[in-house]
């Protein structure tokens, strides 16, 4: 059984930054596609940044300059940080897992919520103006 537990979701005004985690437990990052996802009141849920388990990482085009993911194998945790955050970027924001190969997962289906198996439970990030 896999769980992920992410943290680090917060108030912030706009141009600050948040840092966001997220612990793995049941699997090691090594074998994983991992990502952030998003979702906004009445929006569907978009990927923001995913990272391969071995390879360079994607980011949505509306995030890109601003958020970096990144993974400690050893601790098990993901990260997601956030400079420069903007009031359009306020949204529950989900970590999630793929058991799938990065050969399978380059390209789009890294920011691809269908392709992902495992979700954690979601910390809120709201950017005021």
């Known amino acids: 059984q896999v769980q992920l537990v992410e943290s680090g979701g917060g108030s912030v005004q706009a141009g600050g930054s948040l840092r966001l985690s997220c612990v793995a437990f049941g699997h090691t990052y090594n074998n994983y596609c991992m990502a952030w996802f998003r979702q906004a009141p009445g929006k569907e849920r978009e990927g923001v940044a995913g990272?391969?388990?071995?390879?360079?990482?994607r980011y949505a085009d509306s995030v890109k300059g601003r958020f970096t993911i990144s993974k400690d194998n050893v601790k098990n945790t993901l990260y997601l940080q956030m400079n420069s955050l903007k009031p359009e970027d306020t949204a529950m924001y989900y970590c999630a897992a793929a058991p799938r190969p990065d050969w399978y997962m380059y390209g789009r289906r890294l920011l691809d919520s269908t392709e992902y198996t495992y979700w954690g439970q979601g910390t809120q990030v709201t950017v005021s103006s």
């Open positions: 990272i391969p388990s071995d390879g360079g990482p």
